[in-house]
């Protein structure tokens, strides 16, 4: 009798389901939603949402990147100093970092739906009031605004792991990286023709508007089937697994769906319940360490570019000492980008996929933690590669293969996590490590920006140790999620 719930509990992960399916009638099957998943398997319905959810990561990337091509020209309009540009970065994530933790809680309550189209809304509006701000002051906290709603957005990635199967999940979710990718490649073409005809604020609100149409889209996919059981509402999660078996020409299993309610949801302190205490802190550094690596290799491109850093490049020529133009004695560096560095920006980031065929096969066959750990390894060596005195094809390969790896490094750890955290608590554990991951992408642009004018050495060296520490904490992760079943309860 002893071996019977150890195996339901070793395949489910729930002592609960083991009860649930034993107080059923005599002869009467169940089955949870996680068999469900598993036998109507991938489909029409998995495309759909792979197209709908994944485009979220094209908005997403959109306003985030959009600093990065915007700061230059706020520079000089507003004669800002190089702490007050790295600043409106820092509040973009600022605002990212306080609702990423407030719509975890919210979607684990409420769903992850409606959490999603609440955040597009928001994100959206305050985009396009940015394209108005009047000063330097309404810009910043504006931005920091649109950072709040961007990190809803996170919602889209936990609709999509909770509708996959379990084989599918290492193989699908990474792929996502090509929107994100799409995005960032989407502005930076933007840039180059929008900001020096019609100016940046007319690029803010071009930018809004994939995210406005996708809007329109969330109509066809469904609240997440796992989140409507845990609340009780089993004629919506059996409507919903319905429906995807339908659009997929799959039967359903037979029988009754029945799961145990959970009632005790979104909590915090479920997060350093003994059994996740550990994997939680270190998630957390290692989500803290990725962002500030990621911001960290957009940023200091952008500064290279902005500054002409490059080993061996042509100083620019000194200012007479009777030059008392505006733009000599401003306390800031005045510099738009030309085609040239447009044109870099779009190679470096093409990057983000270039090993994307590589990362999918470390994370379904060496795991999660292990391929974490090689690519954030290598994440910090290159940060030191930076040091070497080379040409500008040297400088754009490096660059290349750093944002191939922190590309790389985010799509592990996204998936880790989703996997990792049970239903009742999955949206509130992906946002709180998005909340830490944001207080390494505030400090990013002080060492990209400030940092690195001061002492290019240091900056590298900083990030390069960050890297390794993540490395350490990725490879000693107490869990390993390749070919686990999504928890539902702790």
Same mark, same amino acid.
């Given at each position: 009798?002893?071996?019977?719930?150890? #195996?339901?509990?070793?395949?489910?992960g729930?002592e609960?389901?083991h *009860? #649930?399916r034993?107080e059923s009638?005599?002869?009467q099957?169940t089955?949870?939603v #996680?068999e469900?998943?598993?036998t109507i !398997?991938?489909g029409?319905?998995?495309?759909?949402?792979f197209?709908?959810?994944?485009?979220t990561g094209v908005?997403e990337?959109m306003?985030i990147m959009l600093?990065a091509v915007?700061s230059?020209?706020?520079?000089? #309009?507003?004669?800002?100093q190089d702490?007050?540009?790295?600043l409106?970065?820092t509040?973009v994530?600022f /605002?990212y970092m306080v609702f990423?933790?407030?719509?975890?809680l919210?979607?684990?309550r409420y769903g992850r739906?409606k @959490?999603?189209l609440?955040?597009?809304?928001?994100?959206?509006?305050?985009?396009?009031l940015?394209?108005f701000a009047p000063s330097?002051i309404?810009?910043?906290?504006?931005?920091?605004?649109v950072? !709040?709603?961007v990190? /809803?957005?996170?919602q889209?990635?936990i @609709?999509?792991t909770?509708f996959?199967p &379990?084989?599918?999940?290492g193989?699908?979710?990474?792929l996502?990286? $090509?929107f994100?990718?799409?995005?960032?490649l989407? +502005?930076?073409?933007?840039?180059?023709?929008v900001n020096?005809t019609?100016?940046?604020r007319?690029?803010?609100?071009?930018?809004s508007i994939?995210?406005i149409?996708l809007i329109?889209?969330?109509?066809?996919i469904?609240?997440s089937?796992?989140?409507? +059981?845990?609340?009780?509402n089993v004629t919506?999660?059996?409507?919903t697994?319905?429906?995807i078996a339908?659009m997929n020409?799959?039967?359903?299993?037979? !029988?009754?769906?029945?799961e145990p309610?959970?009632?005790?949801?979104g909590?915090f302190?479920?997060?350093?319940?003994p059994k996740y205490?550990r994997?939680?802190?270190?998630?957390?550094?290692i989500?803290?360490g990725?962002?500030?690596a990621?911001?960290? $290799?957009?940023l200091?491109?952008?500064e290279?570019?902005?500054r002409?850093?490059?080993c061996?490049s042509?100083a620019?020529? $000194?200012q007479?000492a009777?030059?008392?133009?505006?733009?000599?004695?401003?306390p800031?560096?005045?510099h738009?980008f030309?085609?040239?560095?447009?044109q870099? *920006?779009i @190679?470096s980031?093409a990057?983000?996929?270039?090993l994307?065929?590589?990362n999918?096969?470390?994370i379904n066959?060496?795991?999660?933690?292990?391929?974490?750990?090689? &690519?954030?390894?290598?994440?910090?060596?290159?940060?030191?590669l930076l040091?070497i005195?080379t040409s500008?094809?040297?400088m +754009?390969g490096?660059?290349?293969?750093?944002?191939?790896?922190?590309s790389?490094n985010?799509?592990?750890?996204?998936?880790?996590?989703?996997e $990792?955290?049970? &239903?009742?608590?999955r949206a509130?554990g992906?946002?709180?490590s !998005?909340?830490?991951?944001?207080v390494?992408?505030?400090?990013?642009p002080?060492?990209?920006q400030v940092l690195m004018?001061?002492?290019?050495?240091?900056?590298?060296c900083?990030?390069s140790s960050v890297?390794v520490?993540?490395?350490i904490s990725?490879?000693t992760l107490?869990?390993?999620t390749?070919g686990r079943?999504?928890?539902?309860?702790?």
């Open positions: 009798m002893a071996t019977a719930p150890k #195996e339901a509990e070793n395949t489910i729930l609960e389901i *009860m #649930e034993q009638p005599k002869g099957k089955f949870t #996680e469900a998943v598993e !398997g991938f029409k319905f998995h495309i759909l949402l197209l709908i959810m994944g485009s908005a990337a306003e600093i915007v230059p020209f706020i520079r000089c #309009e507003w004669q800002l702490w007050q540009v790295a409106v970065t509040m994530f /605002g990423s933790i407030v719509l975890g919210l979607a684990d739906w @959490i999603l609440l955040s597009f809304l928001w994100a959206a509006y305050f985009s396009l940015t394209s330097y309404w810009f910043v906290f504006l931005r920091a605004m950072g !709040g709603g990190s /809803g957005h996170a889209g990635l @609709i999509k909770e996959l &379990t084989k599918y999940r193989y699908m979710l990474p996502s990286q $090509v994100w990718l799409a995005g960032s989407l +502005i930076i073409g933007l840039a180059s023709v020096p019609i100016g940046w007319w690029l803010i609100r071009i930018a994939p995210g149409l329109l889209l969330f109509k066809f469904p609240e089937a796992r989140y409507n +059981i845990s609340t009780g919506a999660a059996m409507a697994l319905r429906g339908v020409g799959a039967a359903m299993p037979e !029988g009754m769906l029945r309610t959970q009632d005790r949801r909590r302190k479920d997060l350093i319940h205490l994997t939680t802190l270190q998630i957390w550094i989500w803290l990725i962002a500030f990621y911001y960290g $290799v957009i200091a491109s952008a290279l570019l902005e002409d850093l490059v061996g042509t620019p020529p $000194v007479g009777g030059d008392d133009s505006e733009e000599s004695l401003s800031c560096h005045c738009l030309g085609p040239a560095a447009y870099t *920006m @190679i980031t990057g983000e996929i270039a994307n065929p590589l999918i096969l470390g066959f060496l795991g999660r933690r292990l391929s974490l750990c090689i &690519t954030m390894g290598c994440t910090a060596l290159f940060f030191l040091n005195c500008s094809i040297g +754009i490096f660059l290349f293969m750093l944002r191939a790896l922190v790389a985010f799509n592990t750890i996204y998936i880790y996590t989703a $990792v955290y049970p &239903t009742t608590m509130l992906m946002g709180t !998005g909340s830490l991951c944001r390494g992408a505030m400090v990013a002080f060492i990209s004018s001061a002492s290019f050495i240091g900056a590298l900083l990030f890297c520490i993540c490395a990725a490879v107490p869990i390993e390749k079943a999504l928890q539902v309860c702790i």
